[in-house]
């Protein structure tokens, strides 16, 4: 295990930054919170919020790629940069009206766009690269002690997962997001490389919420 993992546990507190760009071909979406505790005991601060609409060029691209699977490999690196091209400058522009710096955030959650059996951005560790953050992203349910079948997480089980914690503390619909990927990299600070109880896939609340962790040079 990473020690830079292990020490972000030791924290009492993670600016986390969480990137919503599965949710819809259309937009992203991105928050900057300050998170202590996890499941149950988590308490956020929302520092920052910004939506952004994709260029019509991205979203043409996205939706063509939803319709058909005969993209060769260079439309798809083409797609895939456009994409983290827009995610890197979200992240920039959350810092533009607050008293932070990007250097200041611990981990940068980001759920990807999953369409026609791919994931896209298809390697999170050029966002790590580009931002200069620990990245969480490919986010998942472990099941039967981390060791059996992980499930894709998909809009119902992150509803499961994090919907309990969202409605305690009130999240603003808006940024609702946004918010939950940075729950979700929160909760896989604790959870990665933890052995989940026994659960099986009927039985979610007992299982483990991981994420892969990608780390700058």
Known sequence: MDTRLEELRSRSNRLIVGIEAGNNNRSISAAIVEVSGRGDDTLIDIYSFDNVELPGELVAALEALGRKDDFDSEEIAGINFLLIHQINGLFQTLFDDIQLEPEDVDVLGVKCV??????????????????????????????????????????????????EIMEKLEIDLEASEAVAVALMANESVYSDGVEAEEADSGDRERAGLYGEFYYPA
């Open 114 to 163: 999953e369409i026609a059996g791919k994931r896209l951005p298809e390697d999170p560790s050029v966002i790590s690269e580009m931002t200069g953050c620990i990245v969480a992203s490919r986010f998942r349910i472990g099941l039967e002690n981390g060791k059996g079948p992980e499930l894709d997480i998909v809009e119902p089980i992150l509803r499961e997962m994090v919907g």
